[in-house]
Nanobody, 118 residues
Framework: VQLVESGGGLVQPGGSLNLSCRASGFTFGTYVMAWYRQPPGKERELVAS????????KYADSVKGRFAISRDNAKNTVYLQMNSLKPEDSAVYYC????????????WGQGTQVTVSS
């Protein structure tokens, strides 16, 4: 099983980034996918999640209206479009997968660094 994130980097406040997470080794279309983040010295927090066929999404209050999660089951990939970035969005962003019907299996990616700074 692998979850490989990409798309992180350094961006100025107000800028945008699009994170990608490509999955392999499990049946992607049966998993809820999510993005978490962990700022330095803080706990990991849920940013956004999307159900297996994309019918439902959830967002942390801090990113509502600025971030959008989506998925392409044909490409085994989940995305996080991040707009109007703020310095407080700086963190390591992790991709997460949980089997939808029983929450029994959970997988994590290695993380990608996002830094918002002028």
């Amino acid at each position: 099983v692998q979850l490989v994130e990409s798309g992180g980097g350094l961006v100025q406040p107000g800028g945008s980034l699009n994170l990608s997470c490509r999955a392999s080794g499990f049946t992607f279309g049966t998993y809820v996918m999510a993005w978490y983040r962990q700022p330095p010295g803080k706990e990991r927090e849920l940013v956004a999640s999307i159900t297996s066929f994309g019918g439902s999404t959830k967002y942390a209050d801090s990113v509502k209206g600025r971030f959008a999660i989506s998925r392409d089951n044909a490409k085994n990939t989940v995305y996080l479009q991040m707009n109007s970035l703020k310095p407080e969005d700086s963190a390591v962003y992790y991709c997460n997968a949980v089997r939808e019907w029983d929450n029994k299996f959970t997988y994590w990616g290695q993380g990608t660094q996002v830094t918002v700074s002028s």
